[in-house]
Every structure is written in structure tokens, then in C-alpha cells.
């Protein structure tokens, strides 16, 4: 007979040790599980011809092309290939801080394989950072459901395939290569919880928190609160004494607090990072779910409305569903795994506690993102009820609940063709093979063949539910995945490269786009620059000088303008072209990185009435004609207090409201206002904007040459009420320009040199002015004159200024990363506890080891 409880094994009543299935059995089954998982992942991509298995659908892997480029610059940072290092990205932005990107987007231990590929391939560890994620959270829950409760370790493999392919995984994670590490902290999490409830390998548990932390903090923190809901459950669960309980709880919040503290680095980091970024776009909640569409999420092969994506397959779906009426569960058990499962399902649809999920904060895009813990769940209840073997008519009661569940959701969007096909049809043959195994149980032959069917039935659904949700997605409008790299992107690599000179000037593989960080990918030194973590003031120093963003600033773009590019030092480009390639390299003459102005050249007490003046003011020197705009038909503008156009949005057939401007002739006329959106006609050509305050923002475009005249018009077609700036117009002089330019070459710094996160320059003995460093002054920077005390730098439009005295030669610039300093602090706070720990273990050991050699009992 079994004595069993619900933390610990089975035991025998004659020896009282655990009855285990023997070790290699154990690896055994959950390498199975891991196998099954990606060999279905695989097979669906496959049979859809998506990468690597097809040419469809290139970017399957990383929405928006945000993380293939992240990837490409780690390969670059491993390989010694890139002017830059951890700390900071002299890439993007025109040199933003680096270390809080690769804290969350390059800690996945999966994601460091890249360098392992040639360059050209690095889409190609991208999925299996993606693979290889799915196969060891397989593994792990494999492992984390026979430490909850023993039983055959074929079949709880078979339900750790539901939890690596969960919809979770298909839908919201999959895009997200450094969230896919936390499908293995979960159980990474629920072991060392085990641990601590049997009081064993304290130290060991605290590097797996340390380790699920470090890998990916957002995800880690749901991975967190869910086991630790699993945990709380278990402990009411204990049929231990009280005390003994209260100190499992105190071993695992010490563990829990010390493991976090070890990896406080990427915590104190990436918090700081994001406090200093461009705010995101206010997210709101729109509302939970109709209660039939969530309902229908627990089903497997749909994608379209909107809910939590906890589906886990039809196999732990039907004994999730089973397990109130097992009746070898205890009652209170029962009872308290359901009243969890439904509790955190509620929690994702309301806004309190849709923010404990999310750290505080309404994400933008899906808010359901913490559906993750809720697949873990089910899977593990899923186990508690297959462990106690259910009896036929108790499956048949989960059976009937199921189809209830289909019925409610039978109306659903979410319902699709494969919907339908897997839960009917799979859950009838589900249903039959655990019914049959009951009936076997004691056979070992048909046992390991009816196993075998359904580990063929769990493989075969996963890759369906796959290639479902591929083909939904792939369907749908809103998703379009740019290339990343192909013959055109490399011969772009290729281009960028040759041309660079960096710090003495700049290659900007701008403006041109194949991806939203086209300097990571390609190499070179532009504006372009998307990430969570882009720092308030390189946003705003870059919009405020003529450049265009997206997602209110959160992506940012390269100058279109040669002004813009002067400022910055751009001596080489990419720009668009309607060749086979799709872009043009081209060169300009440009001043150096670092350059000099006359006297004291900061934006202290100044104001500037229009972009083109701030340029100006920027370049030290005049190139613009900046006319008055003189209403001259069509719909009236009105004017705003501060001076700006108000326009009526009234704009009809031939009827747009027009302006007249007066330019030198022969000068280039931009256009800037950065949230106007419709069109454009001046100069013979008519554009299109779509700006919008403040989400989008228009960078300068250019109108054409102004006539020999000097006056020309401009009319505006657009059906939205909105306002312009009071001076959109600058007429460019080149000639200027170029004088411009040569002007800043003859003072320019004797030498530049610059490292992975500094920069300096050497003038020639007693120069006075301020040294100007076309990179945002971002918070980090310190700066110092011929060894001087460092100090911020003081800024000209944004950039670095730093101030020469009354004489210097030599400006220094390092950049310090804000927040590393007390998160190694604390970390190595952590580190000591643990060694004391380990140390005080040791002590007591030998301690032990010794009293038992000298007691009398202890002689031999």
C-alpha cells in the first residue's frame, strides 16, 4: 500500500524510502518531452514554408525586426567587430546607452549562440533561441511536475509539451526572443520552491531565482508571483506543523529576496534606463473580454479576439477539467488548485491586478501578456489530476464540462476551422486513450503502446495548433514583417562599411529602412534607433533638430536633410533608390564628430523661433532664407496666440489652403512640420505626411528649387483640423552650407579618438570655445578638460558641449552606465550571504561529522 502527500512522493510502508522511477528514466522522459516540443514547432513552420523552413514570412521570429538587429550587434560585440561594447551603442541614436538593452533583450543564455554563425545568418539563432527556449522549459516542467507528485514520467512529458506550446508561446512570446527564457523560469522557480518546502539545496534554489531573473526580469517577475500562488497552495496543502510550514515560507522569501538581489545589476539598470526614456504612449485597458471569447481561449488552434492566450492543448484541458470530480483527490485539494486557477484568471481582466502582473505599468500592445503563469498552471492541475490515475466515469464528467466549455464558445472569433478539429476530434481520441490506459493499467506492454499513440496524438495536435495560429497570423493586415537579411541587406553591410570613418565622421545607413534598427544590422553610425530604453534626451534632441520619430519617440529616425546630417558629422548615407537593391550610397562633404564654436556655445537663455533658426544656431552659422508664409487662397488658416497656423481641415477637391512664400532664388525650400498630416504641393511635386501629435513626427521634406522669381506657393490638402508651425519653410543655401562646413573643418580637433563608451578630442595648445560632440548628452556623460575635474557636459541643441576655459587642448568623455554602481552593490551584498550560507553549512557539517567520531556511539 501507498502512503503519498501532496509535496512528497510515494512511499512504501516497509521502507518508508521514495518509490522513484530510476534516474535516467526521469532525463529520459522529459528529453522526450523536449524533443516533442520542438520537433512539433519545427514541422509547422515547416509544412507553412515560414524560416527556416520556407522564404515566408522571414521575420517570423522577431516582430518589427526590433531583435534580428540586437542580435547582429551582439555577434559584432562578440566578434570584436564594432566600435562600441556593452556599456554603449555608438550606432544608434547617434550614441545611446547599450547596457540596459542587452540586460532585456540579449540575457536569454540562448540568444549568446550567435556568434557561433556566420553574420549573414543570424536569423538563424534567433529561432533557435526561440527552439531551444521551447525545449528546455519542456524539460524543466517535465522535471518540476514529478517533484509535485509521482507518477509515470511518460505522461507528464506529454503534458509539459502543452505548457512549451502553450498559445501563450505561439502567440504573444514567440515574436520576443528574451521572454521565451521565461517559459524555463517558471519551472526554473517551481524546483527551487520544492526545495525549499523539504528544506534541501537552499543555496542551489537561490541561483535558479538568480538565474530566472537574470535571464529576463519582466517575464521573471510573473514567473514570480505565479509560483509563488503554486507555492502558497502547496504549503495549505502540507499536512506538516505550522512551524515547520512558516519556516518554509522563510526559506523561500530569503531564497527569493537573495536571488533577486543577485542579479540586481540587470534590475537597477534597466529600472534607471527606463526612467530616463521617452515615455511610452499611455496604454488603457478597453475592458475584459466577452466571457465566451475567454472561455474559447481555453481551446487550442484560434488567435483573433482578443483574451488571454491560456490554451495548453486538449490533453491537460480535459483533466483540468476532470479533476473536481476525482475523487483521489483529496476534497480540500480540489478545491483549493480550482479556487487558484480561477482566481488568477480573473486577475488578467481586471485593471488592478492586470498591473501587479505587468510591474505597475498597462503595457502597450496585448495586456495579457502574464497569460504565461496561467499556462503553467493548468498544466500543473493537469498533473495533480492524471497523477491520481482518474476513473473512467470521471474522465467522462471532464469530458461533458469540455463540451460545454465548446458550446459557450462556440460563437467566438477565436473558433477557428482547426479549433474545432482539435478538440472534437482530438479530444474524442484523448479521451478513448486515457480510457484505455485506465483499463490497462496494470498491463505493461499495452500500456507503453497506448502511451506511444498519444504521445504521436500530442505531437500531431501541438504542430497543428501551430501551423492554425501561422496561418492566422500570416492572414491578418496587421501583420507585415520587413526583411532583415537578404542579398540587398547585405550588399547595404557591405556599403556602410566601406565608407566609414568613424569618429572622424559618420556612415548612417539612413534613411533608408530594411529594419527599425538598421544600424545594428548593418553596421555604421546613424539615428535610427528603436528600443524601450531610448533615453528622453536623444529623443528630444533629435526631433528637435529636424529628425522624425515613430511610437511618440520610442523610434527614432535618421536626418533627411544635409543640414541635419552637417550637425551630425554624416559624410556617407543610404538613401532610397528604384534600383535592384532598392537604395543608393552617397557622399557628402561633412565636418568631424567633434568641432568647435567661438566662446561659450551652449542653449542656455536661448529661444529659437523656428527649426531652421535652432539649426543655425546648432551649425554656428546662417543658411537658411526663412520667409513669412502669406495666406493666398483656398480655405482661410487662422492664427494661433504663440504665432502657428490653425488649419480648418476643410480642404476640398482643387481647393487646398495655399500660402506664398519668397526665397533667394536658386536656394533648396524644406518643409517642416512635424505632426502635420495630408499633402503637400509646392514646387511642381505634390507629397504625402502622416504625422500625429505625438506619436509620428515628419522629419524635413524637401520641396524643390526655388524659381528665378524667388516666390513660389504651397498649398496644404488635408481633412483633419490641426496646426502648423508658424515658419514651415526654410530655403536652403548650399553655397552657405558649404562654407558652413569648411569653416567647422579648419577649426576641427588636430585628432578624435574613441573608445567603447568614451570619446576625445586634441586641439592645438591654448584653444578657446566650446568643443562641440554631435552626440546626445544623455545622462552618464562626464567630461573633463586636459585631465581636469569631469563634470556633465553643458549641451548645444542637445549635443554634448563642453567648454575650453580660457584655453585647453585635450576634452575627455567616458560614460558611466546610471544605476550600475548600486545594483553591484547589492549584488555583491547577495553574493556575501550566500557564501556565508555555503561557509556556515560546511562549518556545521564537519561539526556534526566530528561529535559523531568522538560519542561513544560513534567508535568503531
Known amino acids: 500500500m501507498l502512503k503519498t502527500s501532496p509535496a512528497g512522493p510515494a512511499t512504501t510502508q516497509r521502507s518508508g524510502r521514495p518509490r522513484r522511477k530510476l534516474p535516467g528514466t526521469q532525463t529520459v522522459a522529459a528529453t522526450l518531452s523536449a524533443v516533442l516540443s520542438m520537433a512539433a514547432y519545427c514541422l509547422a513552420t515547416a509544412v507553412h514554408g515560414t524560416y527556416p523552413f520556407g522564404s515566408r514570412s522571414r521575420a517570423v521570429n522577431d516582430l518589427g525586426n526590433q531583435f534580428v538587429p540586437f542580435h547582429a550587434h551582439l555577434w559584432d560585440l562578440l566578434r570584436g567587430n564594432t566600435s562600441s561594447d556593452l556599456v554603449f551603442n555608438w550606432s544608434s541614436g547617434f550614441g545611446v546607452p547599450f547596457l540596459g538593452d542587452f540586460f532585456t533583450y540579449l540575457m536569454n543564455p540562448f540568444s549568446w549562440i550567435v556568434g557561433f554563425f556566420p553574420r549573414d545568418q543570424v536569423e538563424l539563432p534567433v529561432f533557435l533561441v526561440t527552439l531551444l527556449s521551447v525545449g528546455l522549459a519542456a524539460f524543466l516542467m517535465t522535471v518540476l511536475l514529478g517533484r509535485l507528485r509521482p507518477g509515470s514520467p511518460w505522461l507528464r512529458a506529454l503534458l509539459s509539451v502543452g505548457y512549451a506550446v502553450s498559445a501563450w508561446m505561439i502567440s504573444d512570446g514567440f515574436s520576443d526572443p528574451m521572454w521565451m527564457w521565461g517559459l524555463a523560469a517558471f519551472p526554473l522557480l517551481g524546483i527551487a520552491s520544492d526545495w525549499c518546502l523539504r528544506g534541501r539545496h537552499w543555496i542551489l534554489a537561490t541561483l535558479l531565482v538568480f538565474a530566472s531573473w537574470a535571464g529576463n526580469f519582466y517575464i521573471a517577475a510573473m514567473a514570480t508571483i505565479g509560483m509563488g500562488l503554486v507555492f502558497a497552495v502547496r504549503l495549505v496543502l502540507e499536512d506538516t506543523p505550522a512551524r515547520q510550514r512558516l519556516n518554509a515560507l522563510a526559506r523561500a522569501a530569503a531564497m527569493t529576496a537573495t536571488g533577486i538581489a543577485l542579479a540586481a545589476p540587470v534590475l537597477t539598470v534597466g529600472l534607471k534606463a527606463s526612467k530616463l526614456s521617452q515615455p511610452a504612449p499611455d496604454a488603457t485597458y478597453a475592458g475584459p473580454p466577452d466571457a465566451t471569447d475567454y472561455l474559447a481561449h481555453l481551446l487550442p488552434g484560434g488567435l483573433l479576439a482578443p483574451a488571454p492566450q491560456v490554451s495548453v492543448g486538449i490533453l491537460p484541458l480535459l483533466l483540468v477539467l476532470t479533476l473536481p470530480f476525482v475523487r483521489r483527490v483529496p476534497a480540500k485539494e480540489r478545491i483549493a488548485w480550482c479556487v487558484l486557477l480561477v482566481l488568477v484568471a480573473l486577475s488578467y481582466i481586471w485593471t488592478p491586478t492586470i498591473l501587479l502582473w505587468h510591474g505597475l505599468a498597462m503595457p502597450n500592445g496585448s495586456p495579457y501578456r502574464a497569460s504565461i503563469a496561467l499556462t503553467a498552471m493548468l498544466v500543473i492541475v493537469a498533473w495533480m489530476a492524471l497523477a491520481r490515475r482518474p476513473r473512467p466515469r470521471e474522465l467522462l464528467y471532464g469530458a461533458a464540462v469540455t463540451a460545454v466549455v465548446v458550446a459557450l464558445g462556440a460563437r467566438s472569433l477565436y473558433m477557428a476551422r482547426a479549433t474545432w478539429i482539435l478538440t472534437i476530434g482530438g479530444g474524442l481520441l484523448v479521451l478513448v486513450l486515457l480510457l484505455l490506459l485506465h483499463r490497462h493499467r496494470g498491463e505493461r506492454g499495452p500500456r507503453a503502446a497506448l502511451t506511444g499513440v498519444l504521445a504521436c496524438t500530442v505531437f500531431l495536435s501541438t504542430a497543428y495548433t501551430v501551423f492554425s495560429v501561422t496561418v492566422i497570423r500570416d492572414s491578418s493586415a496587421w501583420w507585415s514583417p520587413k526583411r532583415t537579411l537578404d542579398a540587398h541587406s547585405r550588399a547595404a553591410h557591405d556599403a556602410v562599411r566601406a565608407h566609414d570613418d568613424w569618429p572622424a565622421t559618420r556612415s548612417d545607413p539612413g534613411p533608408h529602412e530594411f529594419a527599425n534598427n538598421d544600424p545594428l544590422l548593418l553596421g555604421g553610425e546613424g539615428g535610427s534607433y528603436y528600443s524601450s530604453y531610448v533615453p528622453a534626451k536623444t529623443a528630444a534632441t533629435l526631433h528637435g533638430l529636424g529628425a522624425g520619430w515613430y511610437i511618440q519617440g520610442r523610434h527614432t529616425l535618421s536626418f533627411t536633410d544635409p543640414v541635419g546630417r552637417a550637425i551630425m558629422g554624416v559624410s556617407s548615407y543610404l538613401d532610397w533608390a528604384k534600383n535592384t537593391d532598392g537604395f543608393t550610397r552617397k557622399t557628402v562633404a561633412a565636418p568631424p564628430v567633434v568641432t568647435l564654436r567661438p566662446g561659450t556655445a551652449t542653449d542656455a537663455h536661448t529661444h529659437d523661433a523656428s527649426l531652421f533658426a535652432r539649426q543655425e544656431r546648432v551649425l554656428g552659422s546662417s543658411v537658411y532664407d526663412v520667409p513669412a508664409l502669406i495666406p ?109 562646413v569648411q569653416k567647422l573643418k579648419a577649426t576641427a580637433p588636430l585628432e578624435v579618438t574613441a573608445g567603447g563608451h568614451s570619446i576625445a578630442a586634441t586641439f592645438r595648445k591654448g584653444t578657446t570655445g566650446t568643443a562641440v560632440i554631435s552626440t546626445p548628452a544623455v545622462t552618464g556623460w562626464q567630461c573633463s578638460v586636459d585631465g581636469g575635474a569631469a563634470r556633465a557636459p553643458a549641451t548645444l541643441g542637445g549635443l554634448m558641449a563642453v567648454s575650453l576655459g580660457d584655453g585647453g587642448s585635450r576634452v575627455s568623455c567616458s560614460y558611466g552606465t546610471p544605476g550600475l554602481k548600486p545594483g553591484l552593490l547589492a549584488s555583491g551584498l547577495a553574493l556575501v550571504a550566500l557564501l556565508a550560507v555555503g561557509a556556515g553549512g560546511v562549518i556545521r557539517t564537519r561539526s556534526s561529522r566530528r561529535s559523531s567520531t568522538t560519542s561513544p556511539h560513534g567508535k568503531h
Open 632 to 740: 493666398a487662397g483656398g480655405p482661410a488658416p487662422a492664427t494661433r496666440p504663440g504665432g502657428d497656423w490653425h488649419l480648418s481641415g476643410n480642404a476640398t477637391g482643387d481647393k487646398w489652403t495655399t500660402f506664398s512664400a519668397r526665397c533667394t532664388p536658386g536656394t533648396q525650400a524644406f518643409w517642416y512640420a512635424p505632426w502635420y498630416a495630408g499633402s503637400i504641393q509646392a514646387l511642381g511635386s505634390t507629397s504625402e505626411q502622416h504625422g500625429r501629435a505625438t506619436m509620428t513626427s515628419n522629419t524635413l521634406l524637401p520641396l524643390g528649387t526655388v524659381p528665378a522669381g524667388g516666390t513660389f506657393t504651397v498649398a496644404l490638402g488635408t481633412h483633419k483640423v490641426q496646426d502648423i508651425p508658424k515658419f514651415p519653410v526654410g530655403c536652403l543655401d548650399r553655397g552657405k552650407l558649404g562654407a558652413a
